[in-house]
């Protein structure tokens, strides 16, 4: 995987690199006590200078998620909390792991379709239509509805991570989601570089998700390559 700046609003290369080891040690893909490679190797290999590494790593150590010893190396330290900015993105690659990416397809504000299940306290909304990858796979297509009461998405200040653009630009977290995983339709507005066609059988999921509010302030509907990607739930 290359970090990527395409987006003048993407996380700081160095970020985008400590969620991805965030990601490979949640999924097991680097397990407790494991020595990282050399940083020259390491670096070379994500096709970044070693000091852009190191600020990620000074980020995984920060969180408690990595010892440095002088003269011995890198060793990761699994503590279960990995407050990740992705910490609510349930797909992975098949083998684990995996930076997520996104392609804006639309941003509109719309009053709320008769269709929509009930949610938040108005009735219009942000719409936001994305293509997921994990790296430079692509997994999934997606429609996230944002009560208006809650702010109105700019599309111009968007970055790959939706729920770091609630609490930078809008001022609140997402505290806890419900997700209802089973198979749907691929959408009519499915793009063609996606892996199938509209009408295609693909794995869905519906996700309400709340705020400190007592109604839920986002609905969205994930539909995705159940060959490209997984979805996993860990209980710790």
């Not at 006590?33 to 190191?54: D, F, H, N, Q, W």
Request: charged share 25%; net charge neutral.
């Amino acid at each position: 995987m290359t970090p990527t700046s395409r987006n003048p609003n993407a996380l700081p290369i160095y970020v985008q690199i400590a969620e991805l080891l965030i990601r490979d040690i949640a999924s097991g893909r680097l397990i407790d006590g494991e020595r990282l490679p050399p940083e020259r190797k390491m670096a070379a290999g994500l096709r970044v200078s070693v000091g852009t590494l190191r600020k990620s790593l000074a980020e995984l150590e920060k969180r408690g998620m990595l010892e440095r010893i002088q003269g011995s190396g890198n060793y990761v330290r699994e503590t279960g909390a990995q407050n990740s900015v992705y910490a609510m993105f349930r797909l992975e690659l098949p083998e684990g792991g995996g930076l997520p990416r996104a392609d804006i397809l639309s941003v509109d504000h719309l009053h709320k379709p008769a269709h929509l299940p009930r949610f938040g306290v108005s009735d219009t909304g942000s719409r936001v239509r994305r293509m997921r990858y994990l790296n430079d796979t692509i997994i999934a297509v997606e429609e996230i509805w944002l009560d208006e009461s809650a702010g109105q998405i700019d599309r111009h200040l968007l970055s790959d991570s939706l729920y770091r653009y609630y609490q930078h630009q809008l001022g609140f977290w997402i505290t806890r989601a419900e997700d209802r995983v089973s198979v749907g339709a691929l959408p009519e507005w499915t793009p063609a570089a996606f892996t199938g066609r509209p009408g295609d059988t693909a794995g869905y999921i519906e996700r309400f998700s709340w705020s400190e509010k007592a109604a839920p302030v986002e609905f969205s509907k994930t539909w995705f390559d159940p060959e490209q990607a997984r979805y996993v739930q860990r209980l710790k």
